[in-house]
């Protein structure tokens, strides 16, 4: 391919001048997205099953994205469940499990109003696509949450945090992030009502695809859904702005942007009380932060949560690593 041709192709993609490693990068993301359109009118839903749990017009939502590559519901996860119950949120729990088990449906019913499990395709936001287009009309809520099983917790009462939630801002996450481009980090956001009546908003999830790109996921949607939403005029905020958590840390030498779920884990949970601690950072610490061993110590020192939750769930994905 000569130059030319090389800069004509990068533009049709819209990918600026880049190394040939960007850019075939760039192409084989490409090439997932068009393979993902295939799947975009097929059914993706293996099973549905009704839970317990009322939805009520009026009422508040969560939408809860679930992985477990044994089909396994985590006690962890049935404690945050019982939590987003407690802060008054109906719960769609949306399994990408290879399989799920009929025992783990028994214990999800009580406390969710709908299981749905699909094939794990998309990663998260395909999952929490699939969640949305099974409540039907959003409008007809006054909030709905987006959350995943990536994070342990929460820590301390989710109530009372989300109560924190007020008209300041439309969409609410717990943290933000400024790599890539600014953005709500996707474990956890919650909309207002404004946002669930807003075009934007279904706009973006009809073009939600199930890409089997982690790096497409986060930029083009993770990062894009604050995006595309602060286009629209929406308000995006965090209750733990990455300004605040980096402010007085001693980790806070940088202007480059960081992952604060990951760099100021402990500053999070013990000074500013975020009720989450990402799996990520217990299982691998891809950062190499200091300490982080001590975790233990930090959550019991400032919460009642239990923490063998935890630490059972840590063994259990322990044994499956290579």
Not at 178 to 190: A, D, G, I, W
């Amino acid at each position: 391919m000569n130059r030319g041709a090389g800069e004509r192709l990068r533009r049709a993609l819209r990918w600026p001048a880049a190394t040939s490693f960007h850019g075939l990068q760039w192409l084989r993301m490409q090439a997932q997205a068009s393979a993902a359109l295939g799947w975009s009118g097929r059914r993706l839903i293996r099973a549905t099953y009704p839970g317990r749990q009322p939805l009520r017009d009026g009422g508040k939502v969560a939408v809860f994205a679930h992985f477990d590559r044994d089909g396994r519901v985590h006690d962890f996860v049935l404690t945050y469940l019982r939590a987003l119950g407690q802060a008054g949120f109906a719960v769609v729990f949306v399994s990408n499990a290879p399989r799920l088990a009929n025992a783990a449906v028994e214990q999800l019913r009580p406390l969710v109003a709908l299981v749905l499990h699909r094939r794990n395709l998309g990663y998260d936001f395909a999952a929490y696509q699939d969640g949305l287009a099974a409540l039907g009309e959003l409008a007809r809520f006054d909030q709905v949450v987006l959350a995943n099983d990536s994070v342990y917790g929460p820590l301390f009462d989710l109530g009372a945090l989300l109560r924190r939630c007020d008209d300041r801002a439309d969409v609410w996450g717990m943290t933000d992030n400024r790599e890539h481009r600014y953005h709500l980090q996707s474990y956890f956001l919650l909309f207002r009502r404004t946002v669930l009546t807003n075009p934007a908003f279904a706009a973006f999830w009809r073009a939600v695809r199930p890409v089997q790109s982690r790096q497409w996921v986060i930029r083009r949607y993770e990062v894009g859904l604050t995006q595309h939403l602060q286009r629209a005029g929406l308000r995006c905020g965090a209750l733990f702005p990455c300004e605040t958590v980096a402010a007085g840390a001693a980790a806070a030498n940088s202007d480059k942007p960081v992952n604060v779920m990951h760099v100021h884990w402990d500053r999070l949970i013990t000074v500013l009380g975020c009720p989450f601690i990402k799996r990520e950072l217990l299982l691998y610490n891809p950062l190499k932060v200091a300490h982080v061993s001590r975790w233990r110590d930090v959550i019991r020192g400032v919460s009642f949560y239990d923490t063998e939750l935890i630490a059972r769930h840590l063994c259990a994905q322990r044994r499956h690593a290579p």
